[in-house]
């Protein structure tokens, strides 16, 4: 069934044949590459998933696996913005409550940020402009999308900075972000990004600048504005630590695409992946030594112009030898349903996998 | 000072300049209407003013006459001034006794009176010259000019100290042992102190010499001798609103902008025997690039250069390609040469002066100038053409224009023998930053002395501060400078008037010399004392002759060129002539207008 | 803010002096070490050394130094007097000296030639702002296009041609060549359409040089704050795009051209020597041109002065509106 959004009229036709998806949001195959001077940088090569309203779904991986470029993408951001003749191109399907972004009209995609779908962004210093306080930049962002006067989107701006917990909201409201503290900053970020109550809320990265007992309060605020509201959230971060309560599902990628995919508690307790294990071992916990605390991934991050063919893990990965007839470096896995909803892409067996995680990773961790 | 900053930008500004004077040459000419003697516009012909008089009877009473310059006078105070387009300009607004004549080429170098009813009665001894006035003579307001007023113009020269700047002729020969203190700090109630200037009536001056001069009348011609009032001497002000004696008083002047006379209503024709005052109107404007000026003239917008020291490069192209006509090529009464000062060794030694004399190559000096046109002729000795007594470039001691033209190497080793030097030596050109043909000779000089043995270094100092830097002795010898590249005219057409301070003992200055040879020679000396004492022209004449062949044989200048110059005559001027009595420039103060629009 | 524009003044002030000194040091200290004599060049051809010394007294060159400056100074409020031989010049307060070469007070002269360098400065500065920005921000938002490319090389010609050059160039063609314009210096109360006639090439001599320089400034900022994190922030929020450049990215653009304005047109009033000259015009440069021409130490004394001012309070201007853009600056 075809299900037409509020703006459906001026939204264009889906471009595959497959039928609009029920679910609020909705990626397939979407694939998002950079044409450079050393080649094609194939930053996100292929990625599907679907998320509900009222659920979080964690993205984890290593910078540069193609996460926030999934994030800038749902926004429309590669598009908006992008000045010369070396133009990002993106292709699949991304729906947002049954309109299709890609191939709608630029500037319905636009009246959409801010309102229908807002973000948050990894440095709130550097993403809020230095030159206009705080409130003017709230004030901006619910004034583009509610024709009301200042006066009553400042009030708008007071309430919502009072609401992400800032202490004398009226009187901040005038401050400049270099007047805030990093904490405060990134609230009033979240303040900004929720002003016209969207319906999506991308967090990229939205605690790594800020120091660990201020993440947790972050963490903490948009749960509980998500309950509030009722949004679907996408968390995306490289520390499977910050999503470990919050995220309903998780999505693990790896070169630009989706390696594990399932429900949080299915890829925390019974990962089917050897980079999600990797990922699992560099997981910082309080129970641990500070010794043991951190075994990362070793090896460097993949090429994306020149992604290692097979597995894209495989030069990295311990068990690279395990399927027979060298496949993991000349057959790419596709992913596979190793569990209720619990998707994973790998070339070793079932079995293989189970028993490599109970008896050799489990227990380390 | 900033935006324009850089020496790396040189080469890229002569590149530019390059351009521009192709595009120069292309642009302001769209017509190409070349006039080569009289022609459709009017103009009359190359050369047709130099030493003549052109178009005399096209010229109509009225019009603004237009003057252009790169360069504002030093002062347009009579008693101050010493630029001689600023003694030539002056005659607009003022009179004295006896001026130059108004009379083409060499005639404009004689005297004829101009105050005064005629020339002066000169006694016996030459010690007492005595002049009666006109009638009718007036200021601008009307009131007469009185031999009292003409006392106390003279008396400003006295006073350096306030009015500094202009020649001090009368005041040597005048007053030598200087008793006067000049009238600023004369206790006398009419300020009239000076012994030597007797004023017996309004209408008579006797001036008593306490020892004869036979130039004394040349030197009342110049402009310092000009009458002021005294009430209306605004002492060192006095440059910016002279009192008119003339047919035209100041009515504006800013100073480096412009300047503009309208007549003077009280002036008479009657009483002025010289003056035709065509225009209704004269004025000055002054430009800051040479380049714009020339290609504004071409354009018609201005008659003439007010500094009559020749056209641009750029602009000398265009206009002999399509305009000669307009142009006129007149001696200049300068000498461009190099000096040897007798200080610096191995100079005091006379061979080693001659070897560099015979080592130069002459036509290449002469090219380095701007060759034959806007260069000159090739100097062959020291004294210039206008002055009475040149024998010109039939006087060649060295043969320079001669059998020398291109350098002889053979003598030049010979002298440098004689010398002690036969391997040549070291030594040092100083020559001025600011005038780039002058570093083209000295860069000449130094190619042709290469061939003989003779190395050269060049130092380019800053021109503007000339009397200070080689203008002292001492310094001179401590930084080490054989070779000086200078140039001099005469301020007026005697060899007193050009060669005294050069070659004269006396003038040997510890600062603002300008004997740079550090000639001290009785014989020189003594001849300059019977020159002022000779009063017959054809006598003096013999004289200046003689001292000429003494300076050329003690080998103390190496002449370049007897200069000419490429001067603009816009096609409207009538009654224009070149005049040795200002150094071959256009005698501005008959210059009338074809036309009074 | 008041702190801040006390904090500036103060500093303006203190400069002010210091440039007063080295200026003076300048003037009278390097003639006598580089063994110069400014009284004997002053009197000209027939220097007879009793007139010398005179000269030398008049200009007051036998004082020492802090004399001579506390004389300045003191004349600028209340008027100086000179004296010398019976001859008495009075210079009226504010008295910036007075030039014995022309026998004007410097003061008249740079109010009267002020004027014809501030309007080339300022008109030259519309005119470069206006194309410099535009040419700037169009090349950044179409990089690598050929509108991108060619700008460019028009803009890098600007900045290597020197201005006597194109000068004379835009002289030749469009004055002497096709006529259209006089291009002769008309003061502005004389007639406006002369004088706007007469600028016209100045300025946009000027300006192509400015606004080359400019332009590349302007695109390679506006390419470096596109990049900013916050610009993307402004995006996300929904805003056109035209928004996100003029609100945004532009105010952010302004604050680097901004200082280089500042500084070149307080440059510009004293250094426009180049463009005066060329085109003749009656301003400052061609003031302190003639002045050094003439070893005229008065004025060229006056203009350093009037034009360290102008640069001062170019930069307080400056400063100012930097702390009206970016807050940040206030604390500083």
């Not at chain 1, 989706?258 to 890829?267: H, L, T």
């Not at chain 2, 850089?6 to 590149?15: I, Y």
């Not at chain 3, 028009?154 to 096709?178: D, K, Q, R, W």
Request: glycine share 10%.
């Amino acid at each position: 069934m075809t299900e037409l959004s509020k703006s459906g009229a001026a939204v264009g036709e889906p471009t595959g044949t497959s039928p609009a998806p029920t679910a609020f949001l909705e990626v397939r195959d979407l694939k998002v590459h950079f044409p450079t001077d050393d080649g094609l940088v194939k930053s996100v090569d292929g990625l599907s998933f679907q998320l509900e309203k009222g659920k979080t779904l964690g993205i984890v991986g290593e910078s540069g696996s193609g996460k926030s470029v999934t994030s800038l993408g749902i926004m429309g951001l590669h598009t908006a913005g992008q000045y010369g003749r070396r133009k990002a191109q993106l292709s699949g399907e991304i729906w947002l409550d049954g309109t299709e972004l890609l191939s709608a009209d630029p500037d319905e995609v636009r009246k959409l940020r801010g309102r229908r779908m807002a973000m948050i962004f990894q440095d709130p210093l550097s993403a809020l402009h230095p030159y206009y306080t705080i409130g003017q930049q709230i004030v901006e962002a619910y004034r583009i999308h509610h024709d009301v006067d200042k006066k009553t989107a400042k009030r708008r701006a007071v309430e919502m900075l009072d609401r992400v917990g800032i202490p004398q909201p009226d009187k901040r409201v005038d401050s400049y972000p270099h007047e805030f503290s990093g904490g405060m900053r990134q609230r009033a970020m979240i303040a900004m990004s929720l002003v016209n109550n969207p319906e999506l809320l991308i967090a990229d990265e939205p605690t790594t600048a800020l120091d660990v007992t201020v993440q947790a309060q972050i963490l903490d605020l948009i749960r509980d504005l998500q309950k509030e509201f009722g949004s679907a959230v996408i968390i995306i971060t490289h520390d499977l630590g910050v999503v470990a309560e919050l995220a309903d599902d998780l999505l693990v990628m790896y070169g630009g695409r989706c390696v594990e995919r399932g429900p949080a508690e299915k890829v925390f307790y019974e990962p089917r992946h050897p980079y999600t294990w990797g990922l699992l071992g560099s997981m910082p916990r309080l129970d641990r030594d500070q010794q043991e605390r951190l075994i990362p991934v070793k090896g460097s991050p993949p090429s994306l112009i020149n992604v290692p063919s097979g597995c894209a893990f495989n030069p990295r990965c311990p068990y690279a030898d395990v399927p027979k007839d060298n496949v993991t470096r000349t057959v790419r896995p596709e992913l596979t349903e190793v569990g209720s909803k619990h998707w994973a892409a790998c070339h070793m067996s079932q079995e293989q996998r189970e028993r490599i995680w109970t008896e050799e990773i489990a227990p380390k961790l | 000072m900033t935006t324009q900053r850089t020496s790396g930008r040189r080469k890229q500004a002569l590149a530019a300049a390059a351009v521009v004077a192709a595009l120069l040459t292309t642009a302001a000419c769209g017509g190409g209407d070349s006039d080569n003697g009289g022609s459709k516009n009017g103009a009359a012909g190359f050369d047709a003013a130099n030493n003549k008089v052109a178009q005399a009877s096209e010229a109509k009473k009225g019009g603004e006459l237009k003057f252009a310059s790169a360069q504002d006078a030093d002062s347009w105070d009579t008693t101050r001034g010493y630029y001689g387009f600023m003694w030539n300009f002056s005659r607009y607004y003022s009179r004295q006794l006896v001026t130059n004549a108004t009379e083409p080429g060499k005639a404009g170098a004689g005297v004829t009176p101009d105050l005064a009813t005629g020339l002066a009665k000169v006694s016996d001894d030459g010690k007492t010259y005595t002049y009666t006035l006109r009638d009718g003579i007036t200021w601008e307001d009307g009131k007469p000019i009185t031999s009292k007023d003409i006392k106390y113009g003279i008396e400003r020269v006295w006073a350096q100290d306030v009015l500094s700047g202009g020649p001090t002729y009368l005041k040597e020969v005048l007053d030598p042992k200087g008793e006067y203190q000049g009238p600023y700090k004369d206790k006398s109630k009419d300020k009239l102190g000076l012994k030597a200037i007797e004023t017996p009536d309004d209408k008579t001056i006797v001036f008593k010499l306490p020892k004869a001069n036979s130039d004394f009348e040349e030197m009342l011609a110049l402009t310092s001798a000009s009458p002021v009032r005294q009430d209306k001497d605004t002492k060192s002000k006095y440059g910016l609103h002279p009192f008119s004696s003339g047919p035209y008083k100041f009515q504006s002047y800013s100073p480096g902008k412009d300047l503009v006379l309208v007549r003077n209503t009280e002036w008479k024709q009657e009483s002025d025997p010289i003056r035709k005052a065509y225009p209704d109107k004269i004025s000055i404007k002054f430009f800051s690039n040479a380049n714009d000026l020339d290609a504004r003239l071409i354009a018609g917008d201005y008659d003439l250069d007010l500094a009559q020291t020749g056209m641009s490069p750029q602009g000398r192209t265009t206009a002999l390609k399509q305009h000669k006509g307009n142009l006129d090529n007149p001696v200049s009464g300068y000498i461009r040469y190099a000096v040897f000062p007798q200080s610096v060794k191995p100079f005091d030694n006379e061979h080693c002066r001659k070897a560099v004399i015979y080592g130069a190559d002459h036509v290449s000096l002469q090219t380095a100038r701007g060759g034959p046109v806007a260069g000159g002729d090739i100097g062959t000795n020291m004294l210039p053409p206008s002055v009475p007594g040149s024998e010109g470039q039939k006087y060649d001691p060295y043969e320079m224009a001669g059998a020398n033209k291109n350098g002889n190497v053979a003598k030049a080793k010979e002298e440098l023998k004689a010398c002690g030097k036969p391997n040549g030596f070291k030594t040092t050109i100083a020559v001025r930053n600011n005038k780039p043909v002058e570093v083209a000779t000295a860069e000449s000089l130094q190619a042709s002395l290469k061939k003989v043995g003779i190395t050269v270094d060049i130092d380019q100092y800053d021109g503007a501060q000339t009397p200070g830097i080689i203008g002292s002795p001492s310094n001179v010898k401590k930084k080490g400078y054989g070779i000086i590249i200078m140039g001099w005219g005469p301020d007026f057409p005697s060899v007193q008037g050009y060669g005294l301070p050069l070659w004269h003992s006396d003038y040997i200055l510890d600062s603002g010399n300008n004997n740079y040879a550090l000639i001290k020679d009785k014989t020189i000396d003594g001849l300059f004392d019977d020159y002022v004492n000779t009063l017959d022209d054809a006598g003096k004449e013999k004289i200046a002759t003689e001292i000429n062949h003494k300076v050329m044989e003690g080998g103390y200048y190496l002449p370049f060129v007897f200069e000419k110059f490429l001067n603009w005559r816009s096609s409207r001027l009538a009654n224009v002539y070149t005049t040795d009595g200002y150094s071959g420039m256009y005698d501005f103060v008959n210059l009338g207008l074809k036309s009074t629009k | 803010m008041l702190a801040y524009l006390i904090r500036r003044l103060f500093a303006a002030a203190v400069m002010l002096v210091v440039i007063v000194m080295v200026v003076f040091s300048i003037f009278f200290l390097i003639p006598k070490w580089a063994g110069v004599d400014i009284a004997t060049s002053f009197v000209g051809k027939q220097a007879d050394p009793s007139s010398v010394k005179a000269v030398a007294e008049k200009l007051g060159l036998n004082d020492p130094i802090y004399a001579q400056v506390w004389e300045f100074f003191k004349g600028i409020f209340v008027g100086r007097t000179y004296s010398a031989g019976g001859d008495v010049t009075n210079c009226s307060a504010p008295c910036f000296g007075y030039s014995f070469r022309s026998e004007q007070a410097i003061w008249p002269v740079l109010t009267d030639r002020f004027p014809v360098t501030l309007g080339l400065a300022l008109g030259a500065a519309v005119l470069w702002l206006i194309f410099g920005l535009a040419a700037g921000v169009l090349s950044a938002l179409k990089r690598g296009t050929l509108w991108d490319r060619g700008a460019m090389v028009v803009a890098l010609a600007g900045v290597s041609l020197p201005i006597y050059f194109t000068g004379l160039l835009s002289l030749a063609v469009f004055s002497y060549g096709l006529g259209w314009l006089d291009a002769q210096y008309v003061p502005l109360e004389d007639s406006f359409t002369g004088w706007l006639g007469g600028m016209i090439l100045p300025w946009i001599t000027l300006a192509f040089l400015y606004a080359a320089m400019y332009a590349r400034i302007t695109r390679a900022t506006m390419m470096e704050i596109l990049g900013e994190d916050y610009i993307r922030t402004a995006r996300a929020k929904g805003l056109r795009e035209s928004v996100v450049i003029r609100k945004h990215a532009m105010r952010s653009t302004m604050t680097p051209i901004l200082t280089m304005l500042g500084m070149d047109l307080g440059a510009l009033i004293g250094g426009a020597i180049l463009t005066e000259t060329t085109f003749s015009l009656p301003g400052l440069g061609q003031a302190v041109l003639n002045a050094i021409k003439n070893q005229d130490l008065p004025v060229i004394l006056g203009v350093t002065l009037i034009t360290s001012l102008a640069v001062l309070i170019a930069n307080l201007v400056v400063d100012v509106l930097y702390a009206v853009i970016d807050p940040r600056v206030r604390l500083a």
